[in-house]
């Protein structure tokens, strides 16, 4: 799914609150009824409203579904994209949209621009990739539940990094700095270097090991370990502001507390990681790398502080159980886009939804009014 926003400027405030229905119907309803769409966008006229769905589904931001027992219609990812954008450009975060930096199995990666013209990152978290269909360790993002749309799981994903990310920028970790987030979409600081995956040579490769080192020891030692500490997710500095500060480590989504059943195991993978980085691109080989019995030694509990500001406990348990059942019955996202088909959660979305728009409600993207007769 490609980002698109050549359509945003000619969408009204009617087509946003449309889109926006159709939404909300989403939480109850794989296909959304053209009349609950109606019912719960409180629009005069139902004329008024059919125009909209005509202009949202030429736009592909929802889709009429074959084969389909009723009228309805589900959102797509463009539409989800939109809502997002919507809501960031209400509050003033987003004011332009640039060219595409990066492409992950995971997610996309635009350059975007606030009214001021500072440059950031807008991360689009997009799960349910065919590439992601063959990874076995999943995420943790879901509460007990059978099913989940491809779409809440990337909004999960979204939640939970920026969550991570605030609580290590507030605490000093080299990271990006958190700026906003919106369904599925993060906004944060640009980082102005590039991937470590693109080193061939260092002036003092020791002492960047020593630093890497440094971190996964001091990131398990305030209660967290990243599981995915690899060339790929360390941003190198243009100019690195001394020996200690030569990085930036970037996605959160797949973080575990140093409590989690497996934190020695994903401890030592990603030292492992590093390691065999620094060997074979760098031909430094160093005996000298932390142990979890030895070296993780709780001394703060940011995987706590993270719990409580905002990403809880709950929606962190069973994402791993979820995406395997989905797997199994052969659920893909791009899949149902080409069949427009759409498997999404039936129960229990309302509960995040509200939280989640209660700082949204003044976006005329983000409003939840209730059905009018």
């Known amino acids: 799914?490609?980002?698109?926003?050549?359509?945003?400027?000619?969408?009204?405030?009617?087509?946003?609150?449309?889109?926006?229905?159709?939404?909300?119907?989403?939480?109850?309803?794989?296909?959304?009824?053209?009349?609950?769409?109606?019912?719960?966008?409180?629009?005069?006229?139902?004329?008024?409203?059919?125009?909209?769905?005509?202009?949202?589904?030429?736009?592909?931001?929802?889709?009429?579904?074959?084969?389909?027992?009723?009228?309805?219609?589900?959102?797509?990812?463009?539409?989800?994209?939109?809502?997002a954008i919507k809501a960031f450009s209400n509050r003033r975060t987003v004011y332009s949209v640039g060219n595409q930096i990066g492409v992950g199995k995971e997610s996309d990666i635009f350059v975007v621009a606030n009214e001021k013209g500072r440059k950031c990152v807008l991360k689009i978290h997009r799960l349910g990739r065919i590439s992601f269909r063959s990874v076995k360790n999943n995420r943790d993002y879901l509460r007990n539940r059978q099913s989940a749309s491809w779409m809440y799981l990337s909004r999960l994903a979204a939640q939970k990094e920026f969550a991570f990310m605030k609580a290590l920028y507030e605490n000093g970790f080299p990271v990006p700095e958190p700026i906003d987030n919106s369904r599925h979409c993060i906004i944060m600081s640009l980082i102005p270097g590039f991937p470590m995956r693109q080193l061939s040579s260092h002036e003092d490769p020791s002492a960047l090991y020593s630093s890497l080192m440094s971190f996964i020891v001091r990131l398990a030692n305030h209660g967290l370990i990243h599981c995915d500490f690899n060339e790929f997710n360390i941003m190198i500095l243009d100019e690195p502001k001394s020996e200690d500060e030569q990085f930036v480590v970037i996605d959160f989504p797949q973080c575990v507390s140093l409590d989690h059943v497996d934190a020695e195991r994903y401890f030592k993978r990603d030292v492992d990681c590093i390691r065999r980085f620094f060997e074979k691109k760098l031909g430094y080989v160093s005996e000298d790398y932390p142990i979890f019995q030895r070296d993780a030694k709780r001394v703060a509990s940011l995987d706590i502080d993270v719990q409580a500001s905002g990403f809880s406990k709950k929606l962190v348990k069973e994402f791993e159980k979820a995406i395997s059942e989905s797997r199994e019955k052969g659920e893909d996202a791009t899949d149902h886009e080409e069949i427009g088909e759409h498997h999404g959660d039936k129960e229990d979305e309302e509960e995040d939804d509200e939280e989640d728009n209660e700082g949204e409600n003044e976006d005329g993207a983000d409003r939840e009014d209730e059905p009018q007769e």
Request: hydrophobic share 40%; aromatic share 8%; proline share 1%.
């Open 1 to 83: 799914m490609k980002l698109n926003t050549a359509a945003m400027r000619y969408l009204s405030n009617d087509d946003f609150r449309v889109l926006t229905a159709t939404e909300m119907g989403s939480k109850n309803h794989e296909i959304v009824p053209t009349t609950l769409i109606v019912q719960i966008a409180g629009l005069r006229g139902g004329a008024g409203v059919g125009n909209c769905i005509s202009e949202l589904a030429k736009a592909n931001l929802i889709a009429r579904v074959k084969n389909a027992k009723y009228d309805g219609y589900r959102l797509t990812y463009g539409g989800y994209d939109y809502l």
